[in-house]
Nanobody, 116 residues
């Protein structure tokens, strides 16, 4: 399974970006899909997750500003990021759990830079 993330870029504080991550390859059944981020000099952290049925979860720092969604038919997960802050800067990675393999897969990441 390959994951391809896109949509990162440079944006001013208060702006918006929409990240996409499409899974491809020999997919059995993708259950949870997640977005993580890693800021410079910090550990990777979970940002948001969504189950196949649409149940979502967010880290407190992004609640009310970020929205995760998915299209099961396209095996694609999205992250709508609004009211961006400089502390949202980092490399954003998507992650997908394929229950057929019993393991998780990772994308290469897309860089989000929020200027103040």
């Amino acid at each position: 399974v390959q994951l391809q993330a896109s949509g990162g870029g440079l944006v001013q504080a208060g702006g918006s970006l929409r990240l996409s991550c499409a899974a491809s390859g020999s997919i059995f059944r993708i259950n949870a899909m997640r977005w993580y981020r890693q800021a410079p000099g910090k550990q990777r952290e979970s940002v948001a997750s969504i189950t196949r049925g649409g149940t979502t979860n967010y880290v407190d720092a992004v609640k009310g500003r970020f929205t995760i969604s998915r299209d099961n038919a396209k095996n694609t997960v999205y992250l709508q990021m609004n009211s961006l802050k400089p502390e949202d800067t980092g490399v954003y990675y998507c992650n997908a759990e394929d229950v057929g393999y019993g393991m998780e897969f990772w994308g290469k990441g897309t860089l989000v830079t929020v200027s103040s």
